[in-house]
């Protein structure tokens, strides 16, 4: 692999259930990888201050009786996660909970960077399904304990290094760089260059062409297509909470429109 895929800590949480505001994390885990190894590791059982619930991980009230609750071990995770690259599968919900949890903590929520796998397979894939159980099959990564924190966060890291090489072969994109997101991008769903967005912007009150790299939504197979677009930028619509520009196709010789969060790089 050309791509460096510089030190990341993989995320995965377990919750009571799927309400970040009333439902709480019963197990977290952090795993930092350095040259594809895993280099340390914080796993933990959380008592969710929660009297008895229901978890598909399988984890139940007394698992957790006598584990420390989030308050007691917030300092850990801060120092785990501050100033690193977070990788997660459907970061939204991990997020969205642990900041709650530090909000509960009176606890500072650590600077971080993100990169979801989800988002990687929904822009460059077509999945049947983009679950983390159906990505590993697919890509044949063996699973030791589905749902439970550290396997799944394990899984995570095997999914976007299997992608960074799929994607590198094929079309010389670095996840890395493309694909690293602010938390306000991650909660707001902004999944897309900001920089990208204001050239756009530029381009539409100048009336000037730009050539962009799109990800085409052709099937082909599991994968989509990358082409390079000449277009003359018209206006921003938005459409069910995804923005588009709509522009001049050159290479089409007809209007069209472009996913912001489907346009790589603008030249």
Same mark, same amino acid.
């Given at each position: ?61 007394? !698992? ?128 897309? !260059?900001?920089?990208?967005? !204001? ?69």
């Amino acid at each position: 692999m050309r791509i460096n895929i510089p030190e990341i800590v993989a995320l995965d949480i377990e919750t009571t259930g799927l309400n970040p505001e009333i439902d709480r994390i019963i197990e977290i885990a952090l795993l930092k990888f350095k040259n594809f190894e895993i280099i340390e590791k914080f796993v933990q059982l959380i008592n969710p201050e929660i009297e008895e619930f229901y978890s598909i991980s399988g984890i139940k009230s007394q !698992d957790v009786k006598f584990a420390p609750k989030f308050k007691d071990v917030v300092e850990n995770v801060y120092n785990f996660m501050e100033g690193k690259i977070i990788l997660s599968h459907n970061a939204k919900f991990d997020i969205s909970f642990l900041k709650n949890e530090f909000k509960r903590s009176n606890f500072l929520f650590p600077e971080i960077k993100i990169i979801d796998t989800l988002l990687i397979a929904k822009r460059f894939f077509y999945f049947e399904s983009n679950s983390l159980d159906n990505l590993s099959k697919n890509l044949n990564i063996k699973r030791f304990a589905k749902h439970r924190a550290e396997d799944d966060a394990r899984a995570t890291f095997e999914i976007f290094k299997s992608f960074c090489e799929k994607i590198e072969d094929k079309y010389q994109v670095d996840l890395i760089q493309e694909m690293t997101f602010d938390i306000d991008q991650i909660i707001n769903r902004i999944y897309y !260059d900001l920089e990208i967005y !204001d050239k756009i912007l530029e381009s539409i009150e100048k009336r000037k062409k730009v050539s962009i790299i799109y990800v085409s939504n052709k099937q082909n197979g599991i994968k989509r297509e990358i082409t390079k677009r000449e277009i003359l930028p018209l206006g921003i619509i938005e459409e069910n909470g995804i923005k588009y520009v709509k522009a001049f196709c050159y290479l089409r010789n007809e209007e069209r429109t472009f996913r912001f969060d489907r346009i790589i790089k603008i030249e």
